[in-house]
């Protein structure tokens, strides 16, 4: 890396945000987490509505994409392959969107639902169970990954068929015109997708590093404190950059094969050893439930009566999958080179899907089994709710092989988080240096080292809470520029036979990737 690099302002002004953010955050931590909880409600309060359109119009686009005459086309020349294996592809795909989400969420949330569900149905029942796995599998499911598809979809169209820089505003091009992709309208949307990958990475990695302290003080006793949280966060940061500079084919693609591979096994486990007929009966009661009332979850803001617990769950989720849309869209295109659009789309979303819903069914009846039985009390209950990275390990430990099953999961925890972290420091080097789809190792260990020094900074102030609702708010411009992104895409589509392809004998390469082939990384 060197001097001309600072000179990127996407990459400067993405670095100065954050940072700025995050000193905020310490120095002023009462004022910072005033400032993020006014701007996520009022976001959210007065545009819940908004991401409640904007998410079902993502599912929408996908399928009618995925359907029509644009599911042939390639993301690539014509002739191309694959880069990854079918089960790599999605091993890496699924441990970036959300892998230690699941691990995080799996018991806690349907708990959570269970003993505080949607108005109208009364707490710690037979209804409001049923309820939490519909919830569940509505926030888990098709949702969220038509999300990343949107801006995967077109990233990868334009990346490898159209021989563009691998940047979120490449994708806007045929709406805005090729002068103000390049000019400062998209720059400031590189830089917005810089500081959400940022923030979510950064938050997620606080996060994960309290649920493996949490882990660790449940199995072996190890206290829960900042300094053992710092040393968590050293190790693991030691592992994911170096992944992240070995590369994908060498690093972040071994972590999640390996990744798959142990949730397989843990989930097979459970299955075994938990209550496999409620495991089964939520399961095709909750796809019913699902599928049934897909449209009526999606757009089920009330005018009139108490919309708290959807404001509190489902619109949160809603807009923290928007915050994660351009750092996992970014690596997905990525990885997703020779795939054909439907393949793509079924690849992204559907089998992601399906496989979170599978992992609900399985974790939530465990703990909502416990929960309904009185095999535990109250109290137990709620602690669950209430401290998500402890109520996993809580939970386990009432079924045979608890122990070790736990220490896998643990295990599963930290490949989950790192294969999250060495994808964000990746997509933070594409972003930062022009769309570089192979960017430096010095640009990918500088990201690294401040996602993980801010990490440690926030985790001493208390500050990772609202540093996640400012990157959630600050993300809502991302509702519109995926809205343009769709249409951009679909326009391109339309003319794909019209204009030349990467491979094709009049493809005219962009002056952006010439640099990068003479080994230019600005």
Known sequence: MNANEFKNPVFLIGLILAGGLSIWGIVGTESFTEAAGAMFTFFTTDFGWLYLIAMLSFVIFVIAIACSKYGNIKLGPDDSKPEYSTVSWFAMLFGCGMGVGLVFWGIAEPISHYIGPIAGIEPGTPEAARFAMEASF?????????????????LAYFQFRKGKP?????ALEPLIGEKNTRGGLGKLVDILAVFATVAGVVTSLGLGVL???????????????????????????????????????????VIGDLNLYIAIGIMAVCFIVGPKIDVLNNFVCGIGDYIGNFFTSSLGMT?????????????????????????????????????????????????????????????????????????????????????????????LGQYPLGMIISVVTLVLICTFFITSANSGTFVLGMLSSKGNLNPAAGKKILWGVVQSALAVALLMAGGLKPLQTISIAAAFPFIFIMVGIMVATVKAFAKDGETPNVGDPDFVPDSRMLEFEEGETA
């Not at 691998?166 to 490449?170: A, F, K, P, R």
């Not at 829960?224 to 084919?249: A, C, F, K, M, N």
């Open 166 to 170: 691998g940047l979120v505003s490449t």
């Open 138 to 154: 509505m926030h888990w499911g098709i949702h969220p990954w038509a999300n990343y598809a949107v801006v995967g979809l077109a």
């Open 303 to 395: 005018g009139y009566g108490d919309n708290g617990w959807m404001l509190g769950w489902r619109i949160f989720y809603w807009a923290w999958w928007i915050a994660w849309a351009p750092f996992v869209g970014v690596f997905i295109a990525r990885i997703s080179k020779g795939r054909t659009v439907r393949e793509f789309i079924l690849g992204v979303v559907l089998v992601p899907a399906f496989a979170s819903i599978i992992w609900f069914a399985v974790f939530g009846s465990m703990g909502l089994t416990l929960a309904t039985s009185g095999a535990i009390d109250t109290a137990a209950v709620e602690s669950i709710a209430a401290a998500p990275e402890t109520g996993l390990f809580l939970v």
């Open 211 to 253: 649920q493996i302290n949490a882990g660790l003080n449940y199995l072996f006793g190890i206290p829960v404190e900042l300094i053992i949280q710092i040393i968590i966060i050293v190790v693991i940061s030691l592992i994911y950059i170096s992944s992240s500079v070995i590369g994908i084919d060498r690093g972040i693609k």
